[in-house]
T-cell receptor, first 116, second 116 residues
Framework: GAGVSQSPRYKVAKRGQDVALRCDPI?????LFWYQQALGQGPEFLTY????????KSGLPSDRFFAERPEGSVSTLKIQRTQKEDSAVYLC??????????????FGPGTRLTVL | AQKVTQAQTEISVVEKEDVTLDCVYE???????LFWYKQPPSGELVFLIRRNSFDEQNEISGRYSWNFQKSTSSFNFTITASQVVDSAVYFCALSEPNGGADGLTFGKGTHLIIQP
């Protein structure tokens, strides 16, 4: 596809369940980002990959959150033992270049996670 | 630490009116980048503009214009002759190559409603 895709688009989980959210970035994009967007708020940075290397995970809220990008393309954000406060939209973005701080990021439609 | 403030939570205007969205940022770096993104109801953030800290020229793109003033740490966005299709949430964001996380720091967004 032409843009960033994410799946599933909606996920409902019972508290304590593990979830896995998938991101397919634009082909050839080196940089990949995950953000968390709570209702009525701006996106908040979670983690950053350059190819398969996770260079920054400073935004991950707890050790229940884990992200990987093993082959430098598709990425998965995993949340273990979900809590109600994890309910949010999880956005994935990709960027063509290594020095992503100055470059446009292309965002996917997000996965809306609801934890009951 | 970097911070972006969008004081206007919601703005409602009638179609064809001009509207300005405010953005104030905080950073310790002399090199940084500012962005505006649009988030329509579909949820996917759409890039509008990027500006680096050394370029204070204002920019106009069709009905959109941006006013960057380092002296007041502001990067305001004006829509001229607004249209219903402009209705969305608009986010201002900041990135710094030399400090903080690798992702964008977003403001909380301004919900713009254009009434017909």
């Amino acid at each position: 596809g032409a843009g960033v895709s994410q799946s599933p688009r909606y996920k409902v989980a019972k508290r304590g369940q593990d979830v896995a959210l998938r991101c397919d970035p634009i082909s050839g994009h080196v940089s990949l980002f995950w953000y968390q967007q709570a209702l009525g708020q701006g996106p908040e940075f979670l983690t950053y990959f350059q190819n398969e290397a996770q260079l920054d995970k400073s935004g991950l809220p707890s050790d229940r959150f884990f992200a990987e990008r093993p082959e430098g393309s598709v990425s998965t954000l995993k949340i273990q033992r979900t809590q109600k406060e994890d309910s949010a939209v999880y956005l994935c973005a990709s960027s063509l270049v290594v020095a992503a701080y100055y470059n446009e990021q292309f965002f996917g439609p997000g996965t809306r996670l609801t934890v009951l | 630490a970097q911070k972006v403030t969008q004081a206007q939570t919601e703005i409602s205007v009638v179609e064809k009116e001009d509207v300005t969205l405010d953005c104030v940022y905080e950073t310790r770096d002399t090199t940084y980048y500012l962005f505006w993104y649009k988030q329509p109801p579909s949820g996917e953030l759409v890039f509008l503009i990027r500006r680096n800290s050394f370029d204070e020229q204002n920019e106009i793109s069709g009905r959109y214009s941006w006013n960057f003033q380092k002296s007041t740490s502001s990067f305001n966005f004006t829509i001229t002759a607004s249209q219903v299709v402009d209705s969305a949430v608009y986010f201002c964001a900041l990135s710094e190559p030399n400090g903080g996380a690798d992702g964008l720091t977003f403001g909380k967004g301004t919900h713009l409603i254009i009434q017909p």
